[in-house]
C-alpha cells in the first residue's frame, strides 16, 4: 500500500469508503424489504383465511363429504389458494389439492405449527415446506364451528412462498442494478476526484522541494478558484519570510565573517574531535598555512606542542586557559582558549612580541642605568663614609649636610641593587637553582639580616616552622623573600610586637605565612602593593627607608620557583595588622614525611 501512488491509495480509500457506504445499506435494505412482502403475504394470507372463513359459514357445505371437498376445490381454485379442513385430533376431511379418495393417506395434522396455535379467535400463521404439494407455502389456520362435528375443524388456507420469492426476485434484480449502477458512477468520480486532488499535492510538493533547495522565487501555482488556492499563497509568504530570515541571517554571517577575517589577533576553532574547523585571515599567516589547516591537529598546524596541549585541556574540561607562546623568530602570542557551548574550543592569539619587545628595552634600560649609577653611587657612599669617619675637620653643618648624602646614597644604593634584582629575575626566571631545601635555615638566615632592626624596635619573632620542611626553592631567592617579608614585618610593626612565621602543608605544597601586628592594608591597596614603586604612603615608606620594590621582588621570585603570593589584612580573627601568604611547591618523600610534622605540628623556639 506504502508504495502505492497517491493516486492510487486515494482512489481505493474512496472505493473502500463507496463499497462500505452502499453495500451494507443495500444488504440492510434487502433484508428489511424481504421481512415486510413476507410479513404482508401473512397478512393477505390471514385476510383471505377470513374471507373463505365467511363463505365457508355462508355456504356450510358440511352436509355431505363429497360437498365439502368440492367446495374446497371450488373456492381455493377461485381464490388462488390451497383449503384444508382438518379435524380435531387432526385427520384431514377436505383438501383441494388433494383427491377426496387419496385423503386418507395424508398424513395427521394435529402436529402442524399453524394447528397447534389456532384457536377460534385467533388465526395462526406458519410459513414451511409441504410434504404434500412438495413447495414452500405460507399457512393460516383457525377454528370453525361446523355443524357435522362435536367438536370445532381447523380452516387452513395456504400460498405459495414462490409468489412471494418472485417478487422479491424482481426487487432484488433492481436493487443489484442500482448498486451496480451508482458503484460505475461513484468509480468513476472516485478516479475524477483523486486526480483532481493529486494534481495540486503534487505541485504544492514540487514547490515545498524548491523551497527546500532554497529557490524562494514567487511562484503562483494555483489558480485564484482552486482549492488550494489559500494553501498555496500561504506557501508562497512562507518563502518570502524564509527568504528575508535567510538574508538576514546571510548577512550578519558576512559581516561576522568580515569582522573575524581582518581581525589582527588570529582566531580558530578547534571541533570536538580535536581538529581544526576554521581560522581566519591573521590564524593562517601565524600557522604559516591558509585553508590547508582545515582538518588538521593543531600540532600539525602550528607544529608546537604547547598550543596543542592547550587545546586537549579545553576538550578534556578545562573552561578556559591562558598561556604565553613563543612561536620563534622573536615572535610572541598570548593564547587564550576556551570552551564552546557545542563542544570543541575557541582559540584567540593576540601578538604581544611589540609589547614584550617594548618592556624588555625598558627593563634592558633601567638595568643599564641601575649597573652604571652603582659604581659612582658606591664611591659617593665611599667617600662621605671615609669623611664622616676619618679625621676632618668640619663643622657641624657640613656634617649634618654629609650625613643627609649618606641617607640618601644608601636609599640610592637599595633602589638600585632592589632594581638590578629583579630585572635579573625577569630577564633569566630560569637561572634560579630550584631543588629541595630545608626551609629552617634559610629563614634564619633571612631573620639575621633583619635581626638588628627587630632588636631596636623589641620585636620578638615567633617561628612557628615545622621542623625539617623541605620545599622546592632557590636558597638564594627564599632567603631574599622571607628576608623582604620579614623586614617589612618589622618596618610596619609597632614597638614590641610579635611577628609570626608559620607554614601549613600538603602532598604537593607548603603555604608559609608571615603575619605582623602593623596597621594593615586597606583593601584598594592589596593587589597593587605588589607593582613596582607602588607605595601605600610613599613618604612614610621613605622615611622608613623602603624602595618600593620589596614585594614586587618577592612577586617575581616566588612566581619564578612556581608559586603564588598574596595578602590578608587584617589576618583571620584580628583587628590589625597583615599576613603575607606565599606557596612553594613540594615533592613528598619518603624520608621527609616521617620526619616533618604537618600543619599546626610542634612550633619551634623563637630565634
Ligand atoms: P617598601 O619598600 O615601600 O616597603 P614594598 O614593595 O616592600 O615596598 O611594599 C610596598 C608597600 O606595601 C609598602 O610601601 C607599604 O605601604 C605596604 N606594605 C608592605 N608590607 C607591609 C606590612 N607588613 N604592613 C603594612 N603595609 C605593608
Known amino acids: 500500500m506504502k508504495n502505492l501512488k497517491f493516486r492510487n491509495r486515494l482512489f481505493i480509500a474512496f472505493c473502500g469508503v463507496l463499497i462500505v457506504a452502499t453495500v451494507l445499506p443495500g444488504l440492510y435494505m434487502y433484508q428489511s424489504l424481504k421481512r415486510e412482502i413476507l410479513a404482508e403475504s401473512t397478512q393477505k394470507a390471514i385476510d383471505q383465511l377470513e374471507v373463505i372463513d365467511w363463505l365457508l359459514e355462508k355456504d356450510q357445505p358440511f352436509l355431505s363429504g363429497r360437498s365439502l371437498d368440492q367446495w374446497c376445490t371450488e373456492t381455493g381454485e377461485k381464490l388462488n389458494c390451497r383449503i384444508t379442513i382438518i379435524k380435531h385430533g387432526g385427520a384431514v376431511i377436505a383438501d383441494s389439492s388433494v383427491a377426496r379418495q387419496e385423503l386418507r393417506y395424508l398424513e395427521n395434522h394435529s402436529d402442524r405449527k399453524e394447528i397447534r396455535a389456532a384457536t377460534a379467535d385467533q388465526p395462526a400463521v406458519s410459513v414451511r415446506y409441504s410434504d404434500t404439494t412438495k413447495q414452500r407455502l405460507i399457512y393460516a389456520a383457525r377454528q370453525v364451528q361446523s355443524p357435522a362435528h362435536s367438536r370445532p375443524v381447523y380452516l387452513r388456507a395456504a400460498y405459495p412462498v414462490s409468489s412471494v420469492d418472485a417478487r422479491l426476485q424482481t426487487y432484488t434484480g433492481r436493487f443489484w442494478l442500482a448498486l451496480a449502477a451508482i458503484l460505475a458512477l461513484t468509480f468513476g468520480l472516485s478516479i475524477y476526484l483523486a486526480r483532481r486532488l493529486e494534481q495540486p499535492i503534487y505541485k504544492i510538493m514540487d514547490r515545498l522541494k524548491g523551497i527546500a533547495r532554497g529557490d524562494f522565487s514567487h511562484q503562483y501555482i494555483m489558480d485564484a478558484g482552486d482549492e488550494f488556492y489559500q494553501l498555496s499563497m500561504t506557501l508562497n509568504e512562507t518563502a518570502d519570510r524564509i527568504s528575508e530570515q535567510m538574508e538576514v541571517i546571510s548577512e550578519q554571517n558576512r559581516e561576522m565573517e568580515a569582522i573575524i577575517e581582518n581581525m589582527r589577533e588570529g582566531v580558530m576553532l578547534i571541533d570536538k574531535a580535536g581538529r581544526i574547523k576554521a581560522i581566519n585571515q591573521a590564524m593562517g599567516q601565524i600557522a604559516e598555512c591558509q585553508l590547508s589547516c582545515i582538518g588538521k591537529r593543531p600540532l600539525e598546524a602550528f607544529l608546537n606542542s604547547e598550543v596543542q596541549a592547550a587545546c586537549d585541556k579545553i576538550l578534556q574540561g578545562t573552561a578556559e586557559y591562558n598561556i604565553t607562546l613563543n612561536m620563534g623568530e622573536e615572535r610572541f602570542y598570548d593564547m587564550y582558549a576556551v570552551k564552546i557551548a557545542e563542544g570543541g574550543a575557541l582559540i584567540v592569539f593576540y601578538n604581544v612580541s611589540e609589547q614584550l619587545r617594548l618592556e624588555k628595552i625598558r627593563r634592558d634600560f633601567v638595568a643599564n642605568v641601575s649597573h652604571e649609577l652603582k659604581t659612582p653611587l658606591t664611591s659617593i657612599k665611599g667617600y662621605v663614609e671615609t669623611l664622616l669617619s676619618g679625621g676632618f675637620s668640619m663643622n657641624d653643618q657640613a656634617r649634618s649636610f654629609l650625613g643627609t648624602i649618606e641617607k640618601n646614597t644608601t636609599q640610592m644604593t637599595g633602589i638600585v641593587n632592589d632594581l638590578l634584582q629583579l630585572t635579573r629575575l625577569q630577564e633569566n626566571p630560569m637561572d ?67 611577628i609570626t612565621v608559620s607554614a601549613q602543608t600538603t602532598d604537593t605544597e607548603a603555604v608559609f605565612s608571615i603575619r605582623d601586628q602593623g596597621p594593615g592594608i586597606a583593601p584598594k591597596h592589596r593587589e597593587r602593593i605588589f607593582e613596582r614603586f607602588y607605595r601605600v604612603d610613599k613618604e612614610r615608606s621613605r622615611a622608613l627607608g623602603g624602595t618600593g620594590l620589596g614585594l614586587s621582588i618577592c612577586k617575581h621570585a616566588v612566581s619564578a620557583m612556581n608559586g603564588r603570593i598574596w595578602v590578608q589584612s587584617p589576618p583571620e580573627r584580628e583587628q590589625t595588622g597583615s599576613v603575607f601568604f606565599f606557596t612553594l611547591p613540594r615533592d613528598l618523600k619518603p624520608a621527609e614525611s616521617n620526619h616533618c610534622p604537618e600543619a599546626g605540628g610542634e612550633p619551634r623556639a623563637s630565634v
Open 432 to 498: 634560579l637553582e630550584i631543588k629541595p631545601v630545608q626551609i629552617g635555615p634559610v629563614f634564619e638566615k633571612a631573620w639575621e639580616t633583619c635581626r638588628l632592626a627587630a632588636e631596636q624596635k623589641q620585636i620578638r619573632i615567633d617561628n612557628r616552622l615545622p621542623t625539617n620542611l623541605v620545599a622546592n626553592a632557590d636558597p638564594a631567592a627564599l632567603t631574599r623573600v622571607f628576608g623582604n617579608l620579614a623586614d617589612n614585618a618589622i618596618r610596619y610593626s609597632p614597638q614590641g610586637g610579635i
